[in-house]
């Protein structure tokens, strides 16, 4: 089956430069014109993954992914405007699990959507991951595409469950930021310290919901371990 890829945008031709790249890419895609539309498709459609345009009128792509992590953890791709450098990391802070800035191009958009989307899993006989991976109260299962810490299931952006994998594969290296997002991302694509430090901030405060403060730590100087993962006495 092939992913189905949900485009918001209120520029038409923006839309029709991604829906070509897209479906040139063996994807299904289906299209909203603004905020509003987007959570009716959301809801009808149930895409694969969600390609949000940051600065639409009214209800604009931070609404719109508020509201769908309410209830889903569906992978979003965030279009961001060159002067929105604070949307970007917002929309990195409220859920989001990438961005890609205008204007672009449709190849690297698609190599974004093919990384995030391998996070999701195998399809259609592609070769299993390893089994459960654990550290203290923490752990994921990649051929599931699921964690939890302490029995309590974590909601995690595509991006968040690749950069803890990454930590539990190997759990007593040391990562810098750029090897991190390389595991996590697993092409050569460029994303700022900010973009990085927002992930693993976002990693942070969910672990911090279930009182553990102590899954990531940082190496000043160097970049991230993974930390013991344990309740909080």
């Known amino acids: ?24 890419a063996g994807m299904d895609v289906i299209e909203a014109r603004d905020g509003k539309e987007a959570l009716a498709r959301f809801a009808a459609d149930k895409p694969d993954l969600i390609v949000l345009d940051i600065g639409m009128p009214e209800f604009d792509g931070l609404d719109v992914c508020r ?18 450098e604070i949307d970007r990391v917002l929309g990195l802070e409220i859920g989001g699990d990438d961005y890609v800035t205008k204007p672009f191009s449709p190849r690297e958009l698609v190599a974004r959507v093919n990384v995030i989307l391998r996070r999701l899993g195998p399809r259609n006989g592609e070769a299993k991951p390893a089994s459960v991976l654990a550290q203290g109260g923490l752990s ?38 750029e090897q991190l997002m390389r ?14 430090d927002s992930h693993i901030r976002n990693i942070r405060a969910k672990l911090a919901a279930q009182n553990c403060d102590n899954v990531i730590e940082t190496i ?12 909080e006495a």
Request: net charge positive; glycine share 6%; proline share 3%.
């Open 220 to 231: 000043h100087g160097v970049g991230f371990k993974l930390g013991r993962c344990e309740k």
């Open 67 to 84: 509201e769908i992590r309410k209830s889903s953890d569906v992978p979003i791709l965030f279009l961001s405007a060159r002067d929105e």
């Open 140 to 177: 994921i299962d990649p051929e599931q595409h699921v964690a939890s810490f302490a029995g309590t299931a974590l909601k995690l952006t595509a991006i968040e469950f690749g950069i803890l994998r990454a930590f539990l594969t190997r759990p007593t290296s040391v990562f810098n930021r």
């Open 183 to 196: 595991a996590a991302y697993q092409l050569n694509i460029q994303v700022s310290d900010r973009t990085i």
């Open 1 to 24: 089956m092939a992913h189905r890829i949900l485009i918001v945008d209120d520029e038409g031709h923006i839309r029709e430069v991604i829906r070509v790249a897209l479906r040139k």
